[in-house]
């Protein structure tokens, strides 16, 4: 698609304004650059051709001077093969249109624009500053078309991105972990739920039957009150309805009774009533106008009569009208108000060539024109004067510099004797103090010096710091290292030793806290539930059973009172004992679970207890194994081997530190043996002893004896160079002097030559130059006046001939029609006949407007007595259908005839409304119905039925309420199948959690594979569009950057930005003038990648390149170049450099001013 015109009719501050692209060049650049300052409309160019494609915006800015309504953008463009000329109006439907404001379809750009919204076309190609940032950014989070086409590989692996962002997400709504709401939570807590209420459902099955026949009886009582209750409701609404009915019932007999009144034919049509007063109109209104054309024709015909006639003066008409007003007259008048005043100008001028010529002391007779020069002569002239002045200056002021050079020239010579006896010396004692320093300076001795003894310095704190570190242990590093350790993997097992021990204590000890537990839970346990049964357990049943048979071994051996006492004390405890454990005999297993628990734990606790002082034990030995450890060491033995370990190792610290402070001991002392040497190799050269200066000031005096050797060396050097260029310039200066002199005689030839044979080569002009320079502006002055007199001379005669030419017209004219003429008021008389020929016009004028008139009331009266005719033919019908003679008997029956038709319609009504109201099928029914029904008696069964249903109701209510009570208890104990169905869901969802576990972890394995395999390939077939891209930014920066790459992480594909010099950057990191180049990189590449699979669309950016260097700007206007021989580039700037670089770039480009 190509935009050829774009023309905006009223749009923003334009009205009726078109920007011609014109047609496009075979084999040039379709590039146009549309230039203007500042509010020149370019950003209304840019959203117009938006408005233009996608419709003008609901909320536009652009409305500020033609109303929305108004409001009109169009323009010519090539879609294809082919031309359409459209317009796009401010509508919400049917907005595009020709020019001719036929509808276009909106769909008209569909096909070229390929699905793009305004927003994608803005994104793509369509760019300003805020755009081409934007969606720069959208396509590096792979958003748009443009993004999905950057992070593909060429076999369009977009698609496969997406799927796995899709997988991804998939993935994430089942587990995430870092969320704490997903699927997999979801699912536990599911199970969770379910298993705690499965084990909280336990409800006994003869509970279960009661609850279940309570709320069958309680469903049944409610249907059989429900039932009864619709029953009566109906009889309810029968009687309501019959009640409703009534009313209609009396409204249509009376309107029965009411239409019989009415004794009247077949209705006339419908229209017939506003047609009556439509003919009465008409009637008055033909009768009117009759009346009005008779008057305008009596007037008009009297004032035509009444009007005079001049045929003279209109036979005449063409030739005053050829004098009056014309360009006679205008020059006539000019000659009366102008000649004197140029008569005067000429005197003026003939004075001033006579004070000429007095001026230049020449007689008064002589004739001016003999002075004047040939033309072009005196401009000439006053050139080579002013030239002779320049070069009069120039001659001398060579001569003045010559002989300045040559006193310069002898000063010098006396300053370059001075220096000629030190040379040799001083190069000898420069060149050895320059080896010397150069040594020093290439081993970097002073700083090695420096640095050696710091070193030393600071290696001897850091190893007496690290012996402080061993105390309490003491002596010399050679002692330390002496010193016999132990084996770090000795060491370090038994600290591990020590740690199993401790750890193994622990937890046996936690043990030991839990049975304990479990010990006082169980008896606690025991003893409340015996507290509440008063049963009594097997050991107390075991111990009252046997005082129950020693009392009778007793009694039996001995048959007294006391004996027998006993025996019924102890034979009674024991029948209590029995009786209780029976009538808790369902408790008992209880009872004997709970001893069984707390006979186990104790058992446990006691062997936790053994184990737990064996433990013990091993602890011991161990610290009793590192206590003889420390004391090896001359340490204290109530280190841990954790301490005694860190000892060890800030014992190898401080022997490390110790051979760091010998080998810094000794580099200082090799550095200070070369500083010692070369010292005594510099002080004989200063004339110092180097046993009283440190080494790095003998270094600094050294450098500036060697600076100052080399700055007297250097004043040498300049004082022979300044003997050269003097001399040189000696000579100059003369060749100067002598071209000077030759200049000015050559000038003085040219002038003899240019003067010959004319006056100033007189003896009267003389040869001053001076006074030559003063004559030539006289003698211009002159000949300008001898021109201007001969103008004033053919003016003044033209102007007596048209005075005298106007005058013998105007006297033809008057003596030809019988007017007095005034030789001295020409104007007056032509005046006058004007006049009379305006009156005659305006005469004949009036009286063929009245002609017209007249016929034009002919016309209207023949159509009057149409319109006559044509009204008495309707009411003739309207009379005889009526049976009337008069338009007011006509009205009367006309109302009569819809007075019945109305009560005919309200019969229908009545009619209607009674049907739907007794829900029969004819009226006759209905009346059938309530021709036996007695209102009185209807209203008294009305009342007894609403009382029967208030009944019913509460009734109702009741039932319901207990069936709704039956199935809330029955749903507390759901019965033994909601357990099995409990327990179903619970294994479903294990079952469910399981299987999406598998997918979960399928999905995730195949996400990292896919992504792995997505990332080898986009880096063995990356994308033709990202080649393109990474080449045209390297072309915009003129190659600091050596291209565009990509990097895969976890969260999504980047794009990478290479450095030419080495190095990468991301694209936030860049400049926003280097960001904005690689953001229209992009677009570039997407251009050309559009541009090969379908037609592409204009490309059009409004001053993008704010932030641009000129040179890549200039690289920038070449890719658009490019660009443009594919298709059509435009670009909006008010820059004047930027049109400039843009010819450079693209010789070719279409520069456009607004």
């Known amino acids: 698609m190509r935009l050829d015109r774009l023309d905006l009719v009223r749009y923003g501050k334009f009205t009726d304004r078109s920007l011609d692209f014109g047609a496009t060049r075979p084999g040039k650049p379709d590039f ?12 209304t160019l840019f959203s117009a051709y938006l408005d233009l494609l996608f419709g003008i915006e609901k909320s536009s800015t652009y409305g500020f001077l033609h109303p929305y309504s108004l409001m009109r953008v169009g323009g010519l463009l090539s879609i294809g093969a082919s031309q ?4 796009r109006l401010k509508r ?3 907005s595009l249109v020709t020019a001719d404001d036929r509808p276009l379809p909106d769909g008209l750009f569909a096909s070229v624009l390929g699905g793009m919204d305004r927003h994608a076309y803005r994104t793509m190609f369509s760019l300003d500053d805020e755009s081409i ?8 989070k792979s958003e748009g078309e443009l993004g999905a086409m950057l992070f593909s590989a060429s076999s369009g692996l977009s698609d496969m991105a997406s799927a796995l962002t899709g997988l991804k997400v998939e993935a994430d709504e089942f587990y995430r972990p870092s969320g704490r709401k997903h699927g997999l939570s979801n699912l536990k807590a599911e199970i969770e739920a379910l298993a705690a209420e499965r084990k909280a459902l336990d409800v006994a099955a003869r509970d279960y039957g009661l609850l ?18 619709t029953r009566l409701r109906g009889a309810l609404v029968e009687v309501e309805r019959s009640l409703g009915a009534l009313p209609a019932l009396r409204r249509l007999r009376a309107l029965r009774a009411e239409l019989a009144a009415f004794d009247l034919g077949e209705s006339p049509p419908p229209g017939w009533r506003s047609l009556l007063g439509e003919l009465a109109r008409e009637e008055a209104e033909i009768a009117a106008r009759t009346e009005h054309l008779d008057r305008e024709r009596h007037r008009n015909g009297d004032e035509r009569d009444a009007l005079p006639e001049d045929d003279a003066i209109l036979h005449a008409e063409a030739d005053i009208l050829a004098l009056s007003g014309s360009a006679l007259e205008a020059r006539f008048r000019t000659a009366g108000m102008d000649l004197a005043a140029r008569e005067a100008d000429r005197d003026r001028l003939e004075a001033t060539m006579a004070d000429a010529l007095a001026a230049l002391t020449l007689a008064p007779d002589t004739d001016p024109a003999d002075l004047v020069l040939p033309v072009g002569l005196a401009d000439r002239l006053m050139k080579r004067l002013s030239r002779r002045a320049t070069l009069s200056e120039r001659a001398g002021t060579a001569k003045r510099e010559h002989a300045d050079a040559q006193k310069a020239l002898e000063a010098l010579d006396g300053d370059a004797g001075a220096f000629e006896g030190e040379a040799g010396t001083d190069a000898a004692l420069q060149t050895t103090l320059a080896t010397a320093l150069r040594a020093a300076r290439a081993n970097d001795l002073s700083g090695r010096l420096r640095a050696a003894r710091r070193l030393a310095a600071v290696a001897g704190q850091e190893a007496e710091n690290a012996m402080a570190h061993l105390l309490p242990w003491d002596g010399t590093p050679e002692a330390l290292r002496r010193l016999a350790v132990p084996a770090a993997g000795d060491v370090d097992a038994l600290r591990k030793r020590s740690e199993v021990a401790a750890e193994a204590l622990r937890r046996q000890q936690e043990q030991i806290a839990g049975a304990s537990l479990d010990v006082a839970s169980a008896r606690a346990k025991l003893d409340a539930l015996l507290a509440v049964t008063g049963a009594v357990s097997d050991e107390q049943t075991e111990r009252l059973r046997a005082a129950r048979d020693a009392a009778w071994h007793a009694h039996r051996a001995r048959l007294d009172a006391s004996t027998a006492d006993a025996f019924e004390t102890a034979m009674r405890d024991d029948d209590r004992a ?9 408790r008992l297993s209880e009872i004997r679970l709970h001893e069984r628990a707390g006979a186990e734990a104790s058992a446990r606790l006691a062997v936790l207890m053994e184990e737990a002082g064996r433990l013990e034990q091993g602890q011991r030995d161990v610290e009793a194994d590192i206590a003889a450890l420390a004391g090896g060491l001359g340490l204290a033995e109530s280190l841990s081997p954790a301490e005694v370990l860190a000892w060890l190792e800030r014992r190898t610290a401080a022997l490390e530190a110790a051979d760091d402070l010998a080998r810094c001991r000794v580099e200082a002392n090799l550095v200070g043996a070369e500083a010692q040497a070369l010292s005594e190799r510099l002080a004989p050269m200063l004339g110092v002893d180097a046993t009283e200066i440190p080494f790095d000031e003998l270094l600094v005096l050294a450098e500036d004896r060697l600076e100052a050797l080399r700055a007297s060396h250097a004043a040498r050097l300049a004082a022979a160079d300044a003997l050269e260029r003097a001399q040189a310039d000696v000579e100059a200066r003369r060749l100067a002097a002598e071209e000077a002199a030759a200049d000015l005689l050559a000038w003085q030839q040219d002038w003899n030559a240019d003067v010959a044979g004319t006056w100033l080569a007189s003896d009267a002009a003389g040869d001053d130059p001076e006074r030559l320079a003063a004559l030539l502006p006289a003698l211009q002055a002159l000949a300008q006046n001898i021109e201007r007199k001969g103008e004033l001379d053919y003016r003044i005669a033209a102007m007596r001939r048209d005075q005298q030419d106007y005058a013998d017209r105007a006297r033809g004219l008057a003596e030809r029609l019988g007017e007095p003429f005034d030789a001295n008021d020409c104007l007056s008389v032509v005046a006058a006949l004007a006049r009379r020929l305006a009156d005659a016009r305006s005469t004949r004028e009036r009286r063929e407007a009245i002609d017209q008139t007249l016929a034009r009331l002919a016309e209207e009266a023949g159509a009057l007595e149409e319109r006559r005719a ?8 309207i009379f005889t259908f009526l049976g009337c003679d008069t338009l007011a008997e006509a009205a009367g029956l006309l109302e009569a005839y819809r007075q019945r038709d109305d009560v005919l319609s309200h019969v229908a009504d009545a009619a209607r409304s009674l049907v739907e109201q007794m829900h029969t099928d004819t009226v006759d029914e209905a009346e059938a119905l309530l021709a036996a029904v007695d209102g009185d008696q209807l209203q008294a069964e009305k009342a007894d039925l609403a009382v029967q249903l208030d009944a019913l109701d509460s009734e109702v209510q009741e039932h319901h309420l207990a069936r709704v009570r039956a199935e809330e208890a029955l749903a507390k104990v759901a019965g033994s199948d909601a357990a099995a169905a409990l327990e179903e869901r619970r294994r479903t969802a294990l079952i469910e959690l399981a299987e999406k576990s598998r997918r979960y972890l399928a999905t995730r394995a195949g996400i990292m594979a896919a992504e792995q395999a997505l990332r080898l390939y986009r880096e063995r077939h990356r994308s033709a569009m990202m080649q393109r891209a990474s080449d045209t930014f390297r072309d915009i920066t003129g190659g600091e950057y050596a291209g565009l790459s990509t990097v895969l992480e976890k969260d999504g594909e980047f794009l990478v930005v290479n450095a030419a010099a080495g190095g990468s950057k991301l694209a936030k990191d860049l400049s926003k003038g280097t960001r904005f180049q690689l953001y229209l990189a992009l677009r570039v590449a997407g251009y050309h990648e559009i541009a090969a699979s379908r037609e592409i669309v204009p490309f059009i950016a409004d001053d993008i390149m704010e932030t641009f260097d000129d040179r890549r700007a200039l690289n920038t206007l070449r890719v658009m170049g490019d660009m443009a021989m594919g298709g059509q580039v435009i670009y909006l700037t008010h820059h004047q450099h930027l049109r400039d670089l843009a010819r450079e770039a693209c010789p070719d480009v279409t520069i456009h001013e607004l």
């Open 133 to 140: 940032e934007k969606g720069g950014e959208d396509i590096l």
């Open 578 to 586: 029995a009786e209780l454990r029976l009538r808790n005999a369902d």
């Open 32 to 43: 146009h650059l549309v230039h203007g300052p500042n509010e020149a409309g370019k950003s």
């Open 212 to 229: 279940l026949r309570e709320r069958d009886a309680a469903a049944i009582r409610l249907d059989a009150a429900t039932a009864a209750r």
């Open 84 to 87: 359409q000329e459209a317009y």
């Open 870 to 877: 044509v009204l008495a033919a309707r009411l003739s019908e």
């Open 92 to 94: 919400n439907q049917a």
